[in-house]
């Protein structure tokens, strides 16, 4: 089952984005959910986790700007990104934590821009 993320776009270094991604509730409700990117040239990597009670997880690079949030009612995961940097831009996708669980898999993901 594919996730599919959105809300990217463009924006200037410092602005913000918030990203959601719908899943299904029978992979939504049993497993970590989280977001990961892949900028151009680089491999895929974790953005932050967060578990089924709310726990989070960031990589270093992000922590203290964006902010990793679900709603299980929606069964919807998002992610708040503040402060953008152009080393931010890049594919985010959204999948659970470890990838491929309860036979999720990757979607088309959604393109983040950061350019002045």
């Known amino acids: 089952v594919q996730l599919q993320a959105s809300g990217g776009g463009l924006v200037q270094p410092g602005g913000s984005l918030r990203l959601s991604c719908a899943a299904s509730?029978?992979?939504?409700?049993?497993?970590?959910m989280a977001w990961y990117r892949q900028a151009p040239g680089n491999e895929r990597e974790l953005v932050a986790n967060?578990?089924?009670?709310?726990?989070?997880n960031y990589n270093d690079a992000v922590k203290g700007r964006f902010t990793i949030s679900r709603d299980n009612a929606k069964s919807t995961v998002y992610l708040q990104m503040n402060a953008l940097k152009p080393e931010d831009t890049a594919v985010y996708y959204c999948?659970?934590?470890?990838?491929?669980?309860?036979?999720?898999?990757w979607g088309r993901g959604t393109l983040v821009t950061v350019s002045s």
């Open positions: 509730p029978s992979i939504f409700s049993v497993n970590f």
């Open positions: 999948n659970t934590y470890p990838p491929y669980a309860s036979g999720s898999s």
């Open positions: 967060i578990g089924i009670s709310g726990h989070t």
